[in-house]
DNA sequence: GCCAACGTTGGC
DNA sequence: GCCAACGTTGGC
C-alpha cells in the first residue's frame, strides 16, 4: 500500500530545480527523531512525496518525488566535514536515516502554502497545525491527490 | 531580521 | 526527573 508524505527543503539548500537536474538524490540532514522514524520505518520505495519549499518566496508544494529507496544510515552524519555532522551517531548503531528520492514532477505553479491554508479540505493537514516544524511528515492520499489537483488550476 | 514554537542540553 | 537556557525551524 503506497503511501503519501511531505518533505521540506530549503531551496536555497536543495530545490525541487536541483532534484530534476540530478534525477535522483539522498534526502540527508534529517536531525529530528519523529521524521527519522519515519525515514527509517515507514517510507518505502514507490511513496510519493509532495517537495515542499520552506523559507522559499513564496513557501508551498513546488513539485513531487518518488522514494526509490528505503531508509539506511544517513552517512553525513559520520562525516566531520558535514554540515550534519553528529559525533554521536555511530556507524555500528546509526542514529540517522535517510532515503533516495526520485524527481517525478515540477509544478508549473507552486500551491502556495496561502491556498493550503484557505483550502478547507485541507485543514486537517500537519503542514498547517500550529508550530508544527516537522521536516518529513504523512500526508493522506485524499491531502495528496487535493494538492496535485490544485497544482492545475 | 524578528520572533513564536518547539526540541535538546545540562546543572541540580 | 525537573526545568531554565539555549539552539533551531520556518513563517512573516
Do not use: C
Not at 539522498?26 to 522514524?37: E, M
Not at 513531487?64 to 552524519?77: L, Q
Request: no cysteine; glycine share 4%.
Amino acid at each position: 500500500m503506497r503511501k503519501y508524505w511531505l518533505f521540506k527543503s530549503e531551496p536555497s539548500v536543495y530545490s525541487i530545480d536541483d532534484l530534476r537536474k540530478e534525477k535522483v538524490a539522498y534526502w540527508d540532514g534529517v536531525r529530528n527523531y519523529q521524521a527519522r522514524n519515519f525515514l527509517r520505518d515507514e517510507i518505502k520505495p514507490g511513496d510519493l512525496v509532495l517537495f515542499y519549499h520552506s523559507n522559499a518566496k513564496p513557501t508551498g508544494v513546488a513539485g513531487i518525488a518518488k522514494v526509490v529507496k528505503a531508509g539506511y544510515p544517513d552517512f553525513t552524519a559520520f562525516d566531520p566535514n558535514s554540515d550534519h555532522f553528529d559525533p554521536k551517531s555511530k556507524e555500528e548503531s546509526p542514529t540517522w536515516f535517510m532515503v533516495d528520492v526520485k524527481f517525478v514532477e515540477k509544478f508549473n505553479m507552486p500551491v502556495t502554502l496561502e491556498k493550503i491554508k484557505s483550502n478547507p479540505r485541507l485543514s486537517s493537514m500537519k503542514l498547517v497545525q500550529r508550530g508544527n516544524r516537522l521536516s518529513v511528515m504523512p500526508v493522506t492520499k485524499e491531502e495528496f491527490d487535493e494538492i496535485v489537483r490544485m497544482s492545475k488550476e
